[in-house]
């Protein structure tokens, strides 16, 4: 069972490093104070409602928090699935907003996002919905395990107590029933002995 929880445990890490892999697009480094970066991070308000460093700064630190739930030795399913949802809300906006794709006003958006990205905006929104999917699938089968691991665990340990208690029983030096059996007889054979025994007269 820990063998499968282990196995679980890094494809859940590899569905997040594909997943990290995926928003790093939205960091260029290469491209900073080029005129693209600045068009992206004019397309990006448009699309999120919000700057792309205040949006990338937060975004990089939930995914620190989820990597650290994550990559514990002793797997917390409450502090794993809270860094998800933070994460996948942050996203929630920004997914949502492809209803404005349609418009003639935002080819410039969809240019500037493509240059930056390598990566037109319904192609990354697929892409990132799939990571995200994965990873959440990932750490349910986690905590599935992990259940049926912890109950198998319990069930183990109670079957051990039960068993143990089935085990235990009283020491006693002699049988009650023949010490009272053994006593009766003597009392029996006393009783018998003191009707038998005829008094001795002394004839001088």
């Not at 990597?67 to 809270?82: H, R, W």
């Not at 410039?108 to 699938?137: M, W």
């Amino acid at each position: 069972m820990q063998q499968i929880q282990d196995k679980a445990k890094k494809s859940c890490m590899v569905s997040f490093r594909q997943l990290h892999s995926h928003l790093k697009r939205l960091s260029q480094n290469d491209l900073q104070g080029s005129r693209t970066e600045s068009g992206f991070k004019r397309a990006f308000a448009t699309l999120s409602g919000q700057d792309i460093e205040t949006f990338t700064g937060l975004m990089f630190l939930n995914v620190e928090q989820l990597e650290k739930q994550l990559d514990k030795e002793d797997f917390q399913e409450i502090g794993s699935m809270a860094a998800f949802n933070v994460l996948e809300t942050r996203f929630q906006m920004f997914i949502t907003s492809r209803v404005y794709l349609n418009d003639e006003y935002v080819a410039i958006t969809r240019n500037y996002f493509i240059q930056y990205t390598q990566q037109a905006i319904p192609e990354f929104c697929d892409t990132l919905i799939q990571h995200l999917e994965s990873v959440k699938k990932s750490i349910d089968e986690i905590v599935y395990l992990k259940r049926e691991y912890d109950s198998w665990d319990t069930s183990s340990r109670s079957g051990n107590d039960a068993h143990d208690d089935a085990d235990i029983k009283p020491i006693y030096d002699e049988d009650p029933m023949a010490k009272v059996q053994m006593t009766a007889e003597i009392n029996v054979f006393a009783i018998g002995q003191q009707h038998t025994e005829q008094p001795e007269f002394n004839n001088e």
